[in-house]
């Protein structure tokens, strides 16, 4: 899966990304490598790659899987998260909020604010 990280890497420094690059399977293949028997396997970095990959290509994500794993991989790494890791992060959870994750973007939310205040 090094080879989804770089791709996705490629993807997010490019200047332009071509409409017809369909983004299923992008985030199917992100949500499937985040789906794994090791719960810590996915780091915040990797994440933030890909969510750097998903936002250039503005379009929101339409997976409410991947955008719980995104939120709960992020609220099991709070206390280590750098700034710079996060802001591609919230960016793409802007973009992609549904009604439908809306309690995980809560929790989210509520974890970086006592990582903050506290």
Known sequence: MEELVRFCLCFSVSK???DTINLYPLEFNILRYMI???PNRVDCNEVAIFCKALFKAKSSLTN????RRIC??????????????????IKTLRLGSHKRV?????????????????
């Open 72 to 89: 709960e991989t992020v609220v099991s790494h709070k206390d280590s998260i750098s700034d710079s890791t996060l802001i591609p992060i």
């Open 64 to 67: 409410k899987e991947l955008l």
């Open 102 to 118: 809306e309690d995980d973007v809560s929790n989210l939310i509520d974890s970086l604010t006592r990582k903050l205040y506290f």
């Open 16 to 18: 332009s990304i071509p």
């Open 36 to 38: 794994t028997d090791e």
